[in-house]
């Protein structure tokens, strides 16, 4: 059976399409079906964790689990699991393209990018979806594409309208805070990427994030802060790798968000302070909480970083 993470992203949608307590819609916008999992609706706990299925292309598994209420300031956390991390993470859950037409802007990722392919990432790493003639694309905004937005995003990715399908939830909707809290994983993969580690070499993954209460509607800022401290200050990943110990020693400590010189303030008055612009932000800052790094080629493990709850606390119960 070959691989196709838009085919079994499709199929994630339609088993959440059939289930009555869902909490999702789905309406036609320029042929394209777009799925509201929390636009025109309230959202729900089952739908979040399907979206962030979805924008991990099927090859991961995310659920709702319990967590220390004192320690992360939440009840909930979410979980994530991934074989297939580099495909998964990088090449489909990555919000690597800002979808914009018109008037209309948003953060986009999901398999659909495999067939864009237009990112430095993609082409790095050499990752696409050859498999299938359809495309599913999640957008991360406060409202409906338009069917100008619908046609490029359809172009780009080289599909029909009507092969395309577009999932969209805003981080101030519970199933928008519960799919951004699932990146877990991918914050991680990227920071390491970034530090010249070989991606290809890590097998497996799993990350865990507080699940923050979502902020009031409308309140993108307060959205995002609340999200990125669910994992700056809160998630815990786990990777394990296949290499020499060397690869391993030069990156580890510098994996977890404490690296960065931005560390240590909720995010809402970190991206205050650069003028609601993510490009001036210390891109080292965008990772775990707390990373740990098992080796299965020398059977040694490697942790490092820290939880801040009293940042949580602020950011969650403000």
């Not at 865990?208 to 509607?217: E, Y």
Request: hydrophobic content about 40%; proline content about 5%.
């Amino acid at each position: 059976m070959r691989l196709s993470p838009n085919q079994n992203a499709i199929g994630v949608i339609e088993r959440l399409a059939a289930d009555p307590v869902s909490g999702v819609t789905v309406r036609e916008i320029g042929d394209a079906n777009v799925y509201d999992f929390g636009v025109k609706v309230d959202g729900t706990l089952a739908g979040g964790l399907a979206l962030a299925e979805i924008c991990l292309g099927g090859l991961g598994r995310v659920s709702l689990v319990p967590c220390d209420g004192q320690r992360f300031v939440s009840a909930n956390s979410i979980y994530v699991q991934t074989d297939a991390p580099l495909l998964a993470c990088l090449g489909c859950q990555y919000a690597g393209w800002p979808v914009q037409a018109d008037d209309y802007f948003a953060m986009g990722s999901g398999p659909a990018r495999l067939h864009r392919g237009r990112e430095a990432m993609l082409q790095k790493y050499d990752l696409g979806d050859s498999e299938s003639k359809s495309a599913v694309v999640v957008l991360e905004a406060e409202s409906f594409p338009t069917e100008s937005t619908i046609a490029l995003i359809a172009e780009q990715c080289g599909v029909q309208a009507k092969q395309l399908r577009v999932c969209i939830a805003p981080s101030t909707s519970i199933a928008g805070s519960a799919q951004v809290v699932a990146r877990s994983i991918e914050t991680a993969l990227h920071k390491i990427d970034e530090l010249g580690f070989d991606v290809r070499r890590i097998v497996s993954g799993t990350g865990c994030a507080p699940l923050p209460p979502p902020a009031k509607r409308g309140d993108m800022i307060g959205g995002i802060g609340r999200t990125n401290d669910a994992m700056l200050y809160g998630a815990e990943v786990t990777l394990y790798v296949n290499c020499d110990d060397e690869a391993v020693e030069s990156i580890y400590e510098k994996i977890p968000s404490c690296s960065s010189s931005d560390y240590g303030r909720p995010f809402a008055k970190i991206f205050a302070d650069y003028d609601h612009d993510f490009y001036k932000v210390d891109p080292m800052l965008f990772s775990p909480a707390v990373v740990t790094v098992c080796n299965l080629k020398s059977g040694r493990t490697f942790r490092a970083g820290k939880f801040l709850t009293d940042v949580l606390r602020e950011s969650f119960l403000s």
